[in-house]
């Protein structure tokens, strides 16, 4: 059975007057999947969530979701989604309860306030203001706002960014349990370790363009060198011969004296480099193996850093 | 879901301290500071007179002055004390009677005169006092020489309508609060709204623009009906305001004029960066208003060139139209120029709102 596909973008372009914010970017989204869209600030992230969302209109290309064409039928789309934009507020002088119902009723079905507010943890905070929040509460609620209508799908832009390494795992269990509940999650993020986490698929951004979108498993595998070797040795070690190894495509210092060997698969390479180390003599302080994360496809991909 | 719109704008204003300080307890202010002074009480003329007779006429002329209402007659101070005080503000006037004045006068070979002193920093009053003391004087003179006065006169006073400085200012504190509140209001939420991205969030929704608008000016427009009514309330029961015309005219005229205030609030809101800046906005709007529309002071008194600009500001025609039904008791439809005015206003600021508005 093929997968119903719940989010569609075609050949999507957005200019603002000669700068270009989103270059032709196509993709979909299954029904059930969490979806990453991962890039540096200015990739045009927001951009293409916004244009799904109906907020912004395409210069050319289209986008569908659940079939229908948002940009045609913008109530019909913004009536079944759910959307947390990026730093948002709400009214000061609503309570949590009050804000959750009065949006509620600006869509034909909607989820009981106390039960968004207990799903969330923030039950006793009901009669609060979004003022008495802490930075992690003011998150979580503003996705609790953006579940009010029950949606089939989900657009978290930037969930995360500027919580605290505490309040961002309380997130990210949020977002699995969003997951859990059976919608799509659509979200954006320039944390690797978030959407190698959470994301069934990444789509890497650079420039306004795709340049890579898979699962983030196979990003790292089919990367030229998917693993990296650290070493710390008693000596100096002599670059060139560990780069002569097998299956190592380069080597560089670290800090503290540590040696990092880029290489293509280590069922090859360490058994050549412990060969090597006996004859030689040398004795290792401290051997590790690191497989390469979405930031390593990332600066190969782009040549950047994902952050400054 | 339009009600449960208006209920929630409802809800956030009344919760907004500051906005209801606005909104009312500063017309309240000024409502409060004009009702305790009283502007329309005539200041009391104080006279020392120097009684250098200390005769007949001459007490007879002291008692007499003491009765008029208003008059305070001083005798103790001697002529030069006397002179010191009408030179430094102290009395209004000194009058000099001479030595022997009933002896001279009955002999009657020439008059003897009476120097009334008078500081001619306040000439109207000089003026119409002097007129009271001669008066006093020429009836002495018929007394003294027998003759019978020939013609009088019967003042009656005809029952008028009562209408004090006080009553003119409370329509204008009215206009003025409903004015500062919508201006300064509507700016600071549209600026808040957009700044906080509360319009961006409400437009992922499925709500129709047009209804959340519909909303948020309904409750402005049943706020400042409910604020007139308080500014009126207040001035009629605490401080016996006058209202002799129709009530209801004047929240009539609160509606349209309303309407304008909130389109230039939503301009403020448009051309704000933030809050602090609508509120800046919003008060460089509304204070030249408040002085030149006549909320204070009479727009006649200004230079002729300025008086006619003022008056087509929206609050001008406002201010005369509600003074009109209210102290003059005439129907609302007697102030056609001034609905003129006011519906003019509504249509160029709708205009101008929709076209400058922005979300974000």
Known sequence: ?308 | MFFHLLLADLKMIARNRQALFWALAFPLIFVVVFGLFDLDRPRTIRIAVVDQAQDKISKGLILGLAQIELVHVVTSLPEAEARRALLNGGLGFVLIIPPDLTARAQQGAEPVPLTLLHSQSQPEVSHQFSGVIRQFVDSANLELNNAKPRLAMNLEGVESQDITYFDGVLPGLVGMGIMTFSVIGMGSVIAVYRENRIFKRLLTTPLRVSLFFAAQITARLLLSLVQALIIFAAGIFLFDAHVYGSLLWALVLVLPANIIFLNLGFLVGAFAKNVEAAASLGNLMTVPMMFFSGVFFPTDSLPKALAWVVGYLPLSPLLDAMRGVLLESQPLWEFPGELAILGAWVVVSSVLAVRFFRFE
């Open chain 1, 1 to 308: 059975m093929p997968m119903e596909k719940v989010i569609q973008v075609e050949n999507l372009v957005r200019r603002y007057g000669s700068l270009v914010a989103v270059n032709g970017v196509s993709f979909e989204v299954d029904r059930g999947e969490v979806f990453g869209i991962l890039g540096p600030n200015g990739a045009g992230k927001t951009t293409i969530l916004e244009t799904i969302e109906g907020l912004q209109r395409p210069t050319s290309g289209r986008t569908l979701v659940l079939g229908m064409e948002t940009y045609k039928e913008p109530l019909k789309v913004k009536a079944r989604i759910g959307v947390q934009l990026q730093a948002s507020a709400y009214f000061d002088y609503l309570t949590l309860t009050e804000i959750l119902e009065l949006f509620g009723r600006l869509y034909p079905q909607r989820i009981p306030a106390r039960h968004l507010l207990e799903q969330t943890g923030l039950a006793e905070k009901a009669n609060a203001t979004v003022s008495k929040l802490s930075g992690g509460q003011k998150q979580r609620f503003t996705i609790a706002a953006a579940l009010v209508n029950d949606p089939e799908v989900v657009f978290l832009d930037e969930p995360t960014t500027g919580l605290d390494p505490q309040a961002r795992r309380q997130l990210w269990e949020f977002i699995q349990q969003i997951h859990r509940e059976g919608r799509t999650v659509i979200l954006t993020t320039h944390f690797m370790e978030e959407a190698e986490l959470l994301c069934q698929r990444v789509a890497i951004l650079d420039k306004g363009k795709i340049v890579a979108l898979d699962t983030p498993a196979h990003l790292v595998r089919n990367l030229p060198a998917p693993y990296e070797i650290k070493l710390l040795a008693e000596g100096p070690l002599p670059a060139h011969e560990l780069e002569a190894l097998d299956g190592v495509v380069a080597t560089y210092k670290g800090e503290d004296g540590f040696h990092f060997l880029k290489c293509t698969d280590t069922s090859q390479t360490l058994p050549a480099l412990l060969r090597w180390a006996e004859s030689r003599s040398v004795r290792f302080q401290q051997l590790q193996v690191v497989p390469a994360t979405l930031e390593d496809v990332f600066l190969t991909l782009t040549g950047n850093q994902l952050r400054d």
